[in-house]
């Protein structure tokens, strides 16, 4: 693609999913969890250009059966294999430690918050862990953010992401403020004046976003079931329509996070490839007369 305007290529490109929510058989006798992730990864499969990894924010699946997860595995590891792209599993308040870390990433059974730290070309990736055993509402830990600051210590080359389930930001659906993030102000105080540049999380089966002592941060919508906030807030409940995912592109300078529908239509064709050769061709000058002014 030809630099047409003031920002070069995006430096780094990523997936962003959430709330999977896979499970044997269907969510509540109807929602086809597997069938949505299924759609989710095709469309993710037809991006143009390079994909430097795949971020899952939690909820990977609903009941934290062996089996979910075995499962989930089989269907996303092959399309980041297509794409030459890492995956990263967050956990969420619908997994389990142990089963997660058995069947999904191969390990040893364990109690311990599932983290990890990624290197994707100098822009660093980090999981966290909120979920909370026994419980639906999130929390990090003094142990999980010690460890944080520890890894923030040293600056990376394009800076630092941060992936987590529950975000810190407020909701516009009242049960979902009753399972948020508790310790929002320990992170807060961990990652003040780090390289941390984005957050991106999940959770609320919405996509919002806001900042979080000064950060970026962004909720990826969620491919089983989604909600729709123009309903009044006590009403709002799930619906199996709207599913999207997110494309963030990290930039020198700053971080976007763009929605993707999962549904998508047939392209216009307004604008060719054959149209952006010729206006590739023409100098700044003559692209803004021929694109930007309007007729007399």
Same mark, same amino acid.
């Given at each position: 693609m030809h630099q047409l305007g003031s920002h070069p290529?995006?430096?780094?490109?990523?997936?962003?999913?959430?709330?999977?929510?896979?499970?044997? $058989?269907?969510?509540n006798g109807r929602i086809d969890t597997e069938a949505n992730l299924v759609r989710a990864l095709a469309r993710?499969?037809?991006?143009?250009?390079?994909?430097?990894?795949?971020?899952?924010? $939690?909820d990977l699946t609903d009941l934290a059966e062996e089996?979910?997860?075995?499962?989930?595995?089989?269907?996303?590891?092959?399309?980041?294999?297509?794409?030459?792209?890492?995956?990263?599993?967050?956990?969420?308040?619908?997994?389990?430690?142990?089963?997660?870390?058995?069947?999904?990433l191969g390990g040893e059974p364990s109690l311990e918050p599932v983290t990890?730290?990624?290197?994707?070309?100098?822009?660093?990736?980090?999981?966290?862990?909120?979920?909370?055993? $026994?419980?639906?509402?999130?929390?990090?830990?003094d142990e999980?953010?010690?460890?944080?600051?520890?890894?923030?210590?040293?600056?990376a080359p394009l800076g630092t992401l941060l992936a987590l389930h529950h975000p810190?930001?407020?909701?516009?659906?009242?049960?979902?403020?009753?399972?948020?993030?508790?310790?929002?102000?320990?992170?807060?105080?961990?990652i003040r004046g780090t390289d941390v540049r984005a957050i991106l999380a999940g959770h609320l089966h919405y996509a919002t976003s806001g900042t979080f002592a000064g950060i970026p941060v962004s909720v990826a919508s969620a491919s089983c079931y989604t909600m729709d906030i123009a309903r009044p807030a006590l009403s709002v409940n799930g619906m199996d329509a709207g599913q999207t995912f997110q494309l963030v592109?990290?930039?020198d300078d700053t971080v976007t996070h763009a929605v993707v529908p999962v549904e998508a239509a047939d392209p216009n064709d307004f604008f060719t490839p054959e149209?952006?050769?010729?206006m590739a061709a023409l100098t700044p000058h003559e692209r803004l007369e021929r694109f930007s002014r309007k007729p007399a």
């Open positions: 290529p995006a430096r780094r490109t990523i997936v962003h999913l959430s709330d999977t929510h896979l499970l044997e $058989g269907p969510l993710v499969e037809r991006l143009v250009g390079g994909v430097d990894a795949l971020v899952l924010t $939690g089996s979910a997860y075995r499962r989930l595995r089989a269907l996303v590891e092959p399309v980041a294999a297509r794409l030459g792209a890492p995956v990263v599993w967050v956990a969420g308040n619908h997994d389990e430690r142990a089963p997660l870390r058995s069947a999904l990890s730290v990624h290197d994707l070309g100098g822009l660093r990736l980090i999981a966290l862990d909120s979920s909370v055993p $026994g419980w639906h509402h999130g929390r990090l830990g999980q953010l010690d460890w944080l600051r520890r890894e923030l210590a040293e600056p810190p930001l407020p909701s516009h659906v009242p049960l979902f403020d009753i399972l948020e993030l508790q310790d929002q102000p320990a992170l807060a105080d961990a592109h990290v930039y149209w952006y050769a010729r």
